[in-house]
């Protein structure tokens, strides 16, 4: 790892992200975990939208993720399994820093996007049954009408959607950055370096730091 960063604190890319989301949470009035998510669809169009980011893993020696969770059939999800790729930014006013990521994509489909399904509102359990999200919707009276149908149907226990659940952001590259003085920012780029063992084999990645010009 390169130790050419020197205006940002630690090794970790994973742990640095942590640590600014706890001080935004300090202080953002709202959703201080809100980020712009970008895709692309099948004709190469870019597509971008405000999306919750749910948690940052750290796996320990600079390997992580970034996830969050959603309806696998909106039209998010669909470009994502179309490419297996996605960027995003964290951006966060009150304290004029930001992150920047892109990477590679995976479901989270199992026991951990059962757990965070459950530890939602009950009413925002039964939307995501209700809510065919991205395709067109005659009326709000008609949603709501889904919505009553849905919460009939499950009651106070609704299993987690089968087409609803979490994506995991690999990500090969994240930059951080902070606001400085005339518009002179401190902006650090990490990139992911993978390098092969021969026959098939990949060591475990590490992180290329650099400066880069404001």
């Known amino acids: 790892m390169s130790a050419q960063n020197d205006s940002i604190e630690g090794d970790d890319p994973f742990l640095i992200a942590k640590a600014w989301l706890a001080e935004a949470e300090a202080v953002e009035p709202n959703d201080a ?4 998510l970008a895709t692309v669809d099948a004709d190469g169009m870019p597509d971008v939208r405000m999306v919750l980011l749910k948690d940052i893993e750290s796996y320990g020696d600079g390997q992580g993720a970034f996830v969050f969770y959603t309806n696998y059939e909106s039209a998010k999800g669909q470009q994502i399994a179309a490419t297996g790729k996605a960027a995003f930014v964290l951006h966060w006013k009150s304290l004029r820093r930001q992150i920047r990521v892109r990477g590679t994509v995976t479901r989270e489909d199992g026991p951990k996007a059962d757990a965070y399904y459950a530890s939602r509102a009950l009413e925002s359990r039964i939307g995501a049954w209700a809510s065919a999200q991205s395709r067109p919707l005659a009326s709000r009276g008609a949603l709501m009408l889904a919505v009553a149908r849905q919460g009939a149907k499950w009651g106070a226990n609704p299993p987690r959607p089968p087409f609803w659940g979490g994506f995991r952001i690999d990500p090969v590259q994240v930059e951080f950055w902070r606001d400085g003085a005339f518009r002179l920012h401190d ?6 370096q993978t390098p092969s063992l021969g026959e098939g084999r990949v060591a475990s990645a590490t992180w290329q730091v650099q400066r880069l010009s404001p």
Request: hydrophobic share 60%; proline share 0%.
């Open 33 to 36: 975990n809100a980020m712009a």
């Open 187 to 192: 902006r650090f780029s990490w990139v992911k």
